[in-house]
């Protein structure tokens, strides 16, 4: 739980103090679809700790002077991107020890 970068354990409260962000701006981002928190029982947002690097990129974007929507494209590229390169090496460890 406490390795699992997907874990939400951070209320809006703590991501925001986190992050540099302020509460609005981190709902702002789950309006954009950017990050999706978990809600808690009683509805409150929980953010990861992969939702938290995300949030605070933006942020320095948005600080930079790039538009709340063309910063989360721009992470959602770079999100997909990381995720295809991760999944390439571990397609290449495999065939490599296959090859053994």
Same mark, same amino acid.
């Given at each position: 739980m406490f390795g699992d970068d997907d874990y939400p354990a951070c209320t809006t409260g703590r991501a925001a103090e986190i992050t540099g962000a302020t509460q609005d701006f981190l709902r702002r981002l789950d309006d954009a679809k950017l990050i999706t928190p @978990? +809600?808690?029982?009683?509805? *409150? $947002? !929980?953010?990861s700790r992969h939702?938290?690097?995300l949030a605070a990129r933006a942020r320095e974007l948005?600080?930079?002077?790039?538009?709340l929507e063309a910063a989360c494209r721009i992470?959602?590229?770079?999100?997909?991107?990381?995720?295809? @390169? +991760?999944?390439?090496q571990? *397609? $290449? !460890?495999?065939?490599?020890?296959?090859a053994a």
């Open positions: @978990l +809600r808690s029982t009683g509805g *409150h $947002r !929980r953010y939702q938290l690097r948005v600080d930079q002077g790039t538009a992470l959602t590229l770079e999100d997909q991107l990381e995720e295809a @390169l +991760r999944q390439n571990q *397609h $290449r !460890r495999q065939q490599e020890g296959g």
